[in-house]
């Protein structure tokens, strides 16, 4: 017996069907093929992970319609990492999970995360990160055409070197270290008596096989991969600074989407961030970001104990006490005086207040 009802119904559902494909399709239209995103370090790294879920969620999320394709190891850039959000504001690039330390020549608010011994843990620095330092941080790249997504991070930075075991500031006399190219790290480590270089890796691995240079500053996320413990003895556990990322969009592109499309990309932007930084963080804060990893994202960590991991290569690995980590803090108190200036003291005291001092 023939069904109207029935008949009816079936046709209203593929009518559906067709008019929301026909939408998706017609939305696609107005949209690139591809959005270039820079970053900064290859894929294997944490970071580098990190940009391969937001692609991936963003993909997810959009139903197809945005398409994210990270450029990883600065290929958009030749290498010219401290261009990228240059070049993301100006529209030549789309988007970027960029570190604050890339982004610092052009936001020099991020520097707060870069005052040596300032915030020394996790939470600190997440109070900072989403306090109102962190919304400071963010207005200022909206100046600059720069439309902030989330949060990431790239982990504290840890000393390794192939001539002591640093414990106190008078170890780091004389010793060769290579740094980043920001003059706040050079600052920090002349004021503690080093002799700070600033040279790609390239040229610092080459340099570590020959004895030119003594050491380095990196996270453990970056240490494992590329096996420091082929290089240096002496790992100190020391939080001197943390590195912490941020993804972000050309603003003009970003206001000319959809809200919808904004909001899943905001959606996909902090699930990514989440992932990556529970990353870094893994082994480091007890079971916390092991947990989240797991349960959160179904992901198993292979190495979940980054400093038992360095000592099973052979590595002396120390984290500092409560009063040595003082010692450090009085040494390098002169950097401040320098740095609060080019940061903001109105940001050094929003991240202050965000901290509880």
């Known amino acids: 017996m023939f069904n109207f009802n029935k008949m009816f119904k079936t046709a209203l559902v593929l009518v ?16 690139k093929k591809e959005y270039k995103m820079q970053v900064t370090v290859g894929p294997k790294l944490y970071w580098g992970m990190g940009a ?30 401290l261009k990228s959000s240059q070049m993301v504001a100006k529209g030549v690039i789309d988007c970027a999970m960029d570190s604050t330390i890339n982004i610092s020549p052009v936001i020099p608010e ?11 843990d996790f939470e600190s620095m997440d109070k900072v990160k989403y306090g109102e330092a962190g919304k400071a941080i963010f207005k200022a790249m909206e100046k600059k055409r720069l439309q902030p997504l989330a949060w990431a991070e790239n982990g504290f930075r840890q000393l390794t070197n192939s001539k002591v075991l ?14 980043v190219g920001n003059p706040l790290f050079i600052d920090t480590f002349r004021q503690l008596g080093a002799d700070p270089v600033n040279m790609n ?3 610092a691995v080459a340099g570590f096989q020959q004895g030119v240079v003594d050491g380095q500053e990196n996270p453990v996320g970056v240490l494992i991969p590329i096996q420091i413990y082929q ?4 790992a100190t556990m020391w939080n001197y600074l943390a590195d912490p990322l941020i993804i972000y969009w050309n ?24 992932f990556e930084t529970a990353l870094s963080r893994a082994g480091l804060d007890g ?70 001092r």
């Open 16 to 31: 559906a069907a067709a008019m929301m494909l026909t939408a998706v399709t017609a939305n696609a239209a107005k949209f």
């Open 287 to 356: 079971d916390k970001s092991l947990k989240i990893l797991k349960d959160e994202f179904n992901y198993t960590m292979e190495v979940p104990d980054p400093i038992a991991f360095m000592e099973s290569k052979g590595m002396e690995v120390h984290s500092l006490t409560p009063e040595e980590l003082k010692a450090f803090e009085q040494a390098t108190l002169p950097v401040y005086d320098k740095w609060i200036k080019e940061i903001g003291p109105d940001v050094y005291e929003k991240a202050k207040a965000d901290m509880g």
């Open 231 to 234: 290089y240096h003895k002496y």
């Open 251 to 274: 603003q003009r592109e970003w206001k000319a989407f959809p809200k919808e499309i904004q909001d899943q990309i905001m959606e996909a932007a902090q699930e990514a961030g989440r």
């Open 52 to 81: 391969a879920k937001f692609a991936e969620l963003v993909k997810e999320k959009t139903h197809g319609q945005i398409n994210v394709k990270p450029y990883f190891g600065s290929a958009l850039l030749k290498g010219a990492q």
């Open 110 to 120: 991020t520097n707060i995360f870069h005052l040596p011994f300032f915030l020394n």
């Open 201 to 203: 890796w390239g040229d």
């Open 166 to 179: 640093v414990k106190k500031p008078e170890d780091m006399k004389g010793l060769r270290i290579r740094v």
